[in-house]
């Protein structure tokens, strides 16, 4: 071997040891067989090692032959350097297995044996992070005198790791799960929760309609918004809406108006305002005044807020409206067929929703979907609480407004027993709450009892309530009861809200007072689709009779071809005991015709109702221009046998949802119009978006315009550079990731993933590092006609560093100037050369431009 060292020279690197002799040995021992290796290759070979690789040494040394492909000596010290960084105490973010879980202050000091600069990882800091420091004990030689502060070797636990990155002041540490803590899963510190950047915004859905029948026509117009304002750490929320049709006087609503922050040190959120009372114990009321209520969402393996599926079947392009406790709450248009609706929230965590569906002839037919929180459980010594003090404000002007207080607990007795309670007081009325929820291997079960005393003129009513719920997933049938309940009150029982209505002298034979009631919704996979079940039975102290609601779905796939088959049927009583049942059976399939994802499908919707009425829908839907934008055409007959035919569109835009339609039959005509979408205004500009959620990100691609972000479909950043991304959870790690593949040759990012932990309800601020210009080759030589060294760095003339040398003295830069001067340097060495680069083609990726450096 010593012809090769005679040819070359040779760089100092680390002995072939550890992980870096696996690949240095193996070049070596190879190098007379495959002398000629592309330096890519090799180098790809390489790197990876020797990042890893131990600390350089003196009088180890590295032979540069292994290294072919260039006219002069190869430059690769800075391949071999890495990242380097001072002693001292840096602010870093500290990534555990890739997740970011702290934001630390690190002390980083030089190890005496092998003379690297390392982070000073403590068991304390560890602990925090989520490492089991007990099982390192048992994993790893820990001396019995170290304390908490001293430095822990991570790396000589077993398959863990350590990384630093100055340039992002990222620390990475990859630990096995046997070292973890089970019960640190999904929590992160308090400390990375970002409370965001200051910010206006508008949630808009809108939605119109005009029906003509009967040669008369109705105009109807609904407009939902949802306003807030982020400063600093508060956040003000408005909820409201602007009605207006021939039918019906112009009414604007306020739903809720509220301030908002977190009490981070009590993991709750103080609310300040016009809203709901926390109901997981005692039924929702609307009210004035201040609330502390403990946030779920700050805790580990938090519970999700139960939000019911809205599920119907359509005759017609009809228009659905959900109503809670009077108030309007959605409003959308849906084409024919079968429908389901799960982008609404409800006000509270209880309370029945009235659905109606208005078909495009003007009819009319409305159902309950119940709605009620899940079995109240939590782990053992954990516990959620509210406390509420105000006045209660209804939707009538008619109705007393009462002070009054409540509050609630829910705590953890054990693993499988979970205790709750509460106490409701106002003027004239006393309840109090006790309960008890068993998690049991049939599933989870909760019984309470309320007792409420009502002072009402000339008499004092008491009564009890008593409650069951239940749910449950059978793993031996994989059957989910998403919600089972049982809940029967006495006679002279009152909730808050109907002894409300009872001082107010509003309580008439009219309004219900319940009785008992049972509800059930259900979900079981078949082999070959799936069945679901919604059902509500409800009876009445002072009305005759009892009501109904059942609806049965099943639907699956044979083959291409996807099939519903659902039944509907409404049993109710009226003030004179006369009692009605209605019912409707519907048929849906739907057939791709063709084999591409995108193709255009085939439909067919029969209905047939209890009044014997039949009708049939054929038609078709695709995609048009774009994946985001689908169209409908259909038609048949209606339920009387005359003709009818709908056609709509939808498309999904980078700012917002927008639909159309048009309906006709024998004796109608409908039109619709809808849009959903958001208006954001905020330190860099004002952009719309799409429908907002109670939390998202302002992501910002400086001077890109048209950048797009994945899994989040549509959304794309505008002129100022800002998209709005919606829809992120708080208090957890979000990741949004820009999709590359669509920004072009003249974009660079330096960092394509930002991971964000937002708080409730904020405008986090995501920034993608990006340059922009023009992408050039440049072909270099030396004055004297010779190639730069495969390694040297292209650099502007302030010191940035835009490329590397390869072994063909050619460097690809993204230049953000038409003309310039650029400098190179190497060891030993270094020239500059000046550019003018020809008029841009947009045909070729990149341009060729060739200089000569002096």
Known sequence: MDWLYRRTKEVRVSSCRGRARATTCLLSHNVNRQARWPLSLGLCLLAPDLALAEPVEEGARFNTAFIHGGEQPADIRAFLEGNSVLPGVYRVDIYLNRVLSARRDVRFSRNSTSGRVEPCLTLDLLRDLGLD???????????????????????????????????????????????????????????????????????????????????????????????????????????????????????????????????????????????????????????????????????????????????????????????????????????????????????GSNGDLLVTVIEADGRRRTFIQAFASLPLMLPKGTFSYSVEAGEYDSNDNRQLNPGFASTTLIYGLSEHLTGFGGVQLADAFEASNLGLGVNTGMGAVSADLTHSVSHQAGTDLGGKSLRLRYANTLNATRTTFALAGYRYSSEHYRSFEQHVEERSHLAQGTIGRARDRFDITLSQPLEAGTFSLTALEQRYWNLPGKSRQFNATYGGYWRDLSYSLSLDRTHSTDLDGRAGTDHQFTLTLSLPLGRHERSTRASLTAVRDSEGDSSVMAGLTGRVLDRNAFYSVLAGNDGSGARAGSASINATTAVGRFDAGYSHGRDFNSWSLGARGSLVAHAGGVNLGQSLGDTFVLAEVPGVQGAHFNNFSGVETGRNGFAVVPYVQPYRANWISLDTRRLGADIEVDNAIVQLVPRRGSSTHAVFKASTGRRVQFELRQADGSALPFGASVQQVDGKVLAVVDPTSRALVLSDQEQGTLQVKWSGGSCQFQFQLPPRDPQLSYDRVREVCR
């Open 133 to 347: 420091t007990e099982r390192l004990g048992s994993l790893v030689d820990v001396s019995s005198q170290a304390t908490a502060e001293q430095c822990f070797d991570l790396a000589r636990l077993d398959r863990a790791s350590v990384d630093y990155q100055p340039n992002s002041l990222a620390l990475n540490l990859g630990v096995p799960q046997i070292a973890l803590r089970r019960d640190a899963r999904g929590y992160l510190s308090p400390e990375l929760w970002d409370q965001g950047v200051g910010s206006a915004f508008v949630n808009y859905s809108f939605n119109g309609n005009r029906r003509e029948f009967d040669r008369q026509k109705d105009d109807s117009y609904y407009l939902g918004l949802r306003n807030g304002l982020n400063l600093g750490s508060w956040r003000l929320r408005n909820e409201s809406s602007l009605v207006h049709g021939d039918s019906q006087a112009t009414r604007f609503t306020s739903n809720q108006t509220y301030a908002q922050r977190d009490l981070t040190a009590w993991k709750s959120q103080l609310t300040l305002g016009e809203t709901y009372t926390d109901s997981r114990v005692f039924d929702s009321v609307r009210y004035r005044g201040v609330q502390v209520a403990s946030d779920d969402g700050m805790l580990p393996d938090s519970e999700r807020v139960y939000a019911p599926v809205i599920r119907g079947v359509a005759e017609s392009s009809a228009t659905v409206e959900i109503r809670q406790a009077g108030y309007l709450l959605y409003s959308s248009n849906v084409p024919p067929g079968p429908f389901e609706i799960n982008d609404f929230y409800p006000s």
